[in-house]
């Protein structure tokens, strides 16, 4: 079994590849999914590291936390509205900050359950890591075939 430790070096792993691979795109309005494209991926995916941020530092902190509500349609429409006005560099900052936060307060003892959105369950700290990794992980192969796609 893998402890906090060990995953959290695995997410900052999972978090470098990315970071490697955004610092390296230079057509974020590439296409990926039905409606997605490079930049809105990597919004999604900082969307979720911000509030997983959130969430540890509050719960950290001695704060109740504010886990994000709506259904996952709803989220991606609120995430997708809000890059609207934000530079593919700003999705980057703002990834690699909610990263920080979570380096920052993840390994605090007071963390048993993380909030992961209201009306779902929350997880264990190992289980937020090996999930957020996994998610990072699954849109980064996605990206990276959606960039060499369009390099062609």
Known sequence: M???QDLLNRLND???QLLVFSKNVTAPDSPMYEGWTVKRTLGHIMFWHE??????RD???????KPLSGA????NRRCFEELETMTFEEVIGRFEAAHDMINRYIMDDKLVLIPYRVGSRSYSPEEHLEIVSQHIQEHLKALKTAVRRSAK
């Open 2 to 4: 893998e402890t906090r």
């Open 14 to 16: 999972s978090a470098s």
């Open 51 to 56: 509030s997983f941020a959130r969430n540890v």
């Open 59 to 65: 719960l950290a902190d001695g704060v109740k936390p």
């Open 72 to 75: 996952y349609s709803e989220l």
